[in-house]
């Protein structure tokens, strides 16, 4: 894949703004990866860093389960249920880590409810593998 930068766009966002899939890549396309334990239950209610690690950590095994990894998604989008920027840069920055260098496009948005009860962090992600 061809992570995309324009020298016309500010290079101060942590992402580049497209990517491109090789051709003849096969796309996986995740939902969204909710901070539920292996229970169906909601991890650390109230704690944002921890709910967006137990995301992290899901949306990895979604991904591989797939034939993909972290390092193969070319789009993620993080909601965090919050209408505080801070609280949106706390999951963000998990998020971040998480990717490592692979820095591929994202869109972060504060939203008012997530589907779970006590759930904060949800990210969903396009991935391509193969040729």
């Given at each position: 894949?061809?992570?995309?930068?324009s020298s016309d766009l500010t290079d101060k966002a942590p992402y580049a703004y497209a990517a491109v899939t090789p051709p003849g890549a096969r796309l996986v396309f995740t939902a969204g990866a909710c901070p539920l334990d292996a229970a169906g239950e909601t991890v650390a209610p109230g704690d944002i860093a921890a709910q967006a690690e137990?995301?992290?950590e899901n949306l990895r095994i979604a991904l591989r389960a797939a034939g993909a990894?972290?390092?193969?998604v070319l789009k993620t989008t993080v909601y965090v249920a919050s209408t505080d920027r801070?609280?949106?840069?706390t999951a963000?920055?998990?998020?971040r880590r998480h990717f490592g260098s692979h820095d591929a496009p994202s869109t972060l948005l504060g939203v008012s409810v997530l589907g779970y009860p006590d759930q904060l962090v949800e990210v969903e992600a396009v991935a391509a593998v193969g040729e």
């Open positions: 894949m061809t992570l995309v930068r137990q995301v992290m990894d972290l390092d193969d801070k609280d949106l840069v963000w920055d998990v998020v």
